[in-house]
């Protein structure tokens, strides 16, 4: 059984920063697409960023492109969401996704449903 545990939420200004940690353990994951959606309220969940096992390959959501960054370590298939210049409509739930397919393709991390998901973390973006 696969788990997905994240850190690094909280409450932030906007123009500020965050950085978003996944790890997974359990299972038999080998190099999986990694990646983070968002639910907002009162809107359907959305991806935010993608990753394929390689790290070569990125999938970006426009309204994040050029503020969050997405990277990982592979040796302990954790991922990583760096948020800057955070603003008000960043505010959501923020799931770490995984997916025993590799994903070679960014139009891959953008389409995969994702098998594995994590609980949840908080971001809030407030003055």
């Known amino acids: 059984q696969v788990h997905l545990v994240e850190s690094g939420g909280g409450q932030v200004q906007p123009g500020g920063s965050l950085r978003l940690s996944c790890a997974a353990s359990?299972?038999?994951?080998?190099?999986?697409?990694m990646g983070w959606f968002r639910q907002i309220p009162g809107k359907e969940r959305e991806i935010v960023a993608g990753?394929?096992?390689?790290?070569?390959?990125?999938y970006y959501a426009d309204s994040v492109k050029g503020r969050f960054t997405i990277s990982r370590e592979n040796s302990e298939n954790t991922v990583y969401l760096q948020m800057n210049s955070l603003k008000l409509e960043d505010t959501a739930v923020y799931y770490c996704v995984a997916d025993p397919r590799t994903g070679a393709y960014s139009s891959d991390l953008k389409s995969y449903a994702y098998e594995y998901w994590g609980q949840g973390t908080q971001v809030t973006v407030s003055s």
């Open positions: 990753i394929s096992g390689t790290g070569y390959a990125t």
């Open positions: 359990g299972g038999s994951l080998y190099s999986p697409a």
